[in-house]
């Protein structure tokens, strides 16, 4: 059994290792001995050297803080480091030179502290000690500089271990304990600019302000700041109830008010937080928010602008069943009508306007063929009029016959009543002439006459039409060989009782005119630059919602493709909130195709579980159209991993460290027990850690944006209030 020796055995353990230790010195430690050495030797120009080196290490830090996202970045002292190592190198030959002809006394006089305050010398401190001091102040600072940059070059760097150290220091966490009025920090010198900007009407000034939209700041305290047209690529924001999602809405709203755009906010779940919000903003600025909701503050035309087409695809969603024949048959009857409405409309303008209210008259096959019996009777006022002819009537038969029997009587009689009976049989004959052919006149009353006879007598007058006959053809000739000529109507039931339900509920109110309302028009609404408001009670009228959206992103379409073809810009702001309760192909187009005629889109959902539910194809359309991302607070794992994914990884290096534990008192002078050999290899990491996205709160949220030509590297972001300010 071995011998417990106790610390005998430490010390010779300890022996045997500085043993093993023998032999050829490391060059490491030969560079220390020759630096030390030259360290010692020139210690008064080496002293001040410190200086300058403390200044560019500290800027190197703060550069190295801002850039701490920029997985790309090469830091400052590292890029300097050879013209740093050029400058000492000629530093040091104008110190020589300077040394042997020029100053030589001045150079020894730098050494008057010690040790030639110990020898009896004739040196004095004078200007030329100072100059001396000063060349080798700055080429030993250059020294230390270049040096440094030189050792940060080798060494090697986790980005996500140097970006912890960040998290955890004490000055992260106080930005972000305060991070409220850490957002408020740059506000003041940007209203100060904004104003300067409008009191001097410096147009150059103003477009470079509505670019620099100010967000906040970052997490690292720096300023955040994005260019306002960005959004004309279109944005999304994300974030769960409580993620501060209103205030970024709010801070949108507020940038598009001070330059004048003009901002039109669908509302999908009709919350009065989001219109009071929108509201503080409006009223800051002086403006006034317009408002379409059931409390009818205006008014509604959805059929008012664009072709029969837009209309039909405006309206699909009224029209579609279950059954693709009913709904094929519903779109043709919707797009007849409409061609319709608008014939009719130029012959009596005063009568027909483009209304729902007059679509949904003339879906009644009635009122459509009392309309073209109306313009052939402006023709011939006798259309109406028709003659029927009689059958024999039998009272005047017997009259006939009757008095045939008096004739026969009387031809017995006295020869004296002869006249008389040649009277009789002429009279007879007369009557019998009469009663052969006999016309009645009938008039047609055009609201009480069977459809199918309707039909039929129009038909008949079909050459007497001119341009209504075509649509007499699309509406009821084509569709002779089906049950009826009225097809189209009678397997379009959905549709008019949709619009039956639409217009005689609560809310019809909304889609009719009333001249003592104004009226919500989108063009006229781009063109004024106003403010508006549009949704409904979504806990009341959620059916209803999806319509009204549906109304609306066809008018932002008509009006986007009146830009396109005048081939004009006019930029305004279209968010979308809650877009899961209306979000259909028809608004990815809308999407698609806005960014040439200056649509800023801004969807902002609480969750893409919510737009999941309806299709995933349609969430991957969405995020492949938008370029920027406000990734807020989510409970969501699924969809915390989706965003890590979505922003992409970077390639970085894993080091790991051998533990190294001794016995003894050799380990005095150690923090831990890790040694100085180790291993690395090249990893990719994720560009925002999904922990950190776990971790958001109110007011918190990841700013990932791809519009820019250069890569911008997803950051943490606090959102100031702009009604703080």
Not at 209 to 225: M, V
Request: charge should be negative; proline fraction near 3%.
């Amino acid at each position: 059994m071995e011998e417990n020796r106790g610390l005998l055995s430490m010390f010779q353990n300890h022996k045997g290792m500085e043993k093993d230790n023998k032999g050829p010195t490391k060059r490491k430690d030969w560079i220390q001995f020759f630096l030390s050495l030259v360290g010692i030797l020139l210690y008064p120009f080496m002293v001040g050297g410190i200086f300058p080196f403390l200044f560019a290490w500290y800027y190197d830090k703060k550069e190295y803080e801002k850039h701490l996202d920029d997985y790309d970045y090469i830091r400052w002292i590292v890029t300097v480091s050879p013209r740093f190592f050029m400058a000492f190198l000629v530093g040091a030959v104008i110190n020589l030179i300077a040394f042997v002809f020029w100053i030589p006394r001045g150079y020894f006089a730098c050494y008057l502290i010690f040790p030639m305050n110990l020898l009896h010398t004739t040196l004095t401190f004078t200007w030329q000690s100072v100059v001396a001091l000063l060349l080798g102040w700055a080429s030993n600072g250059c020294l230390f500089i270049a040096v440094y940059g030189f050792v940060q070059s080798r060494k090697v760097i986790s980005k996500e271990e140097e970006r912890a150290k960040i998290l955890r220091s004490k000055a992260y966490q106080k930005r972000r304990e305060n991070k409220f009025e850490e957002s408020q920090k740059y506000v003041a010198a940007y209203e100060q600019e904004y104003q300067l900007a409008l009191q001097t009407q410096d147009a150059a000034l103003y477009d470079e302000l509505y670019k620099k939209f100010l967000i906040g700041t970052d997490e690292y305290g720096n300023p955040a700041f994005m260019d306002f047209r960005e959004f004309n690529q279109h944005a999304l924001a994300v974030g769960t109830t409580g993620a501060g999602k209103t205030t970024l809405l709010q801070l949108i709203i507020d940038h598009a008010c001070k330059f004048e755009l003009p901002v039109v906010l669908v509302d999908g779940k009709g919350a009065r937080a989001t219109l009071e919000a929108m509201q503080e903003i409006a009223a800051k600025h002086h403006r006034e928010v317009k408002i379409f909701n059931e409390d009818n503050y205006m008014t509604y035309n959805p059929v008012k602008y664009g072709n029969d087409i837009e209309i039909r695809d405006k309206l699909v969603e009224l029209a579609e069943t279950e059954s693709v024949f009913y709904s094929t048959s519903a779109k043709i009857l919707l797009q007849g009508t409409i061609q319709f409405v608008d014939y009719f409309a130029k012959i009596w303008p005063e009568e027909i306007q483009r209304d729902l209210e007059n679509l949904q008259k003339f879906m009644l096959p009635r009122n459509v063929l009392k309309a073209f019996g109306r313009l052939l009777e402006d023709k011939d006022p006798t259309f109406y009029t028709i003659y029927v002819k009689k059958e024999n009537n039998k009272t005047k038969v017997k009259e006939k016959e009757k008095l045939e029997e008096e004739a026969t009587e009387k031809r017995d009689s006295a020869l004296s009543e002869l006249d008389e009976i040649n009277e009789l049989v002429s009279e007879h004959l007369e009557q019998k002439n009469e009663s052969e052919e006999i016309y009645e006149t009938i008039i047609l009353d055009p609201d009480i006459l069977q459809l199918e006879d309707f039909y039929i007598h129009l038909k008949r007058h079909m050459n007497e039409m001119s341009e209504e006959r075509t649509l007499f053809e699309r509406l009821f000739v084509r569709y002779e060989h089906k049950d009826n000529p009225f097809h189209l109507y009678a397997t379009s039931e959905a549709l008019q009782m949709n619009i039956n339900m639409l217009l005689d509920s609560e809310l019809g109110r909304l889609f009719k005119k009333d001249e003592s309302k104004e009226e919500l028009d989108l063009n006229e609404v781009t063109k004024n630059r106003e403010i508006v408001y549009i949704s409904l009670n979504g806990l009341i009228y959620g059916e209803f919602i999806r319509t009204l959206a549906q109304l609306i992103i066809g008018d932002i379409n008509h009006l986007l493709s009146e830009l396109y073809e005048n081939r004009e810009t006019r930029p305004f702001l279209a968010m979308f909130d809650e877009p899961a309760s209306y979000l259909n192909d028809q608004f990815i187009g809308m999407v698609n195709k806005g960014r040439g005629a200056g649509l800023f889109a801004i969807y902002s959902p609480q969750t893409l579980a919510d737009i999941d539910k309806l299709d995933e194809k349609l969430k991957e359309q969405l995020i492949g159209n938008a370029n920027t991302f406000w990734i807020g607070k989510t409970n969501s794992p699924t969809e915390i991993e989706y965003w890590a994914n979505i922003m992409g990884t970077y390639s970085d290096v894993e080091v790991t460290s051998m533990v190294e534990q001794e016995g003894g008192f050799s380990d005095v002078g150690k923090q831990d027990w890790v040694a100085e050999r180790g291993t690395k290899r090249n990893v990719h990491a994720f560009k925002f850690n999904p922990d950190r996205i776990r971790e958001l709160r109110v007011g918190e949220f990841v700013l990932y944006r791809t519009a820019r030509n250069t890569r911008e590297k997803p950051k943490v972001v606090y959102v100031r209030n702009p009604l703080s300010s």
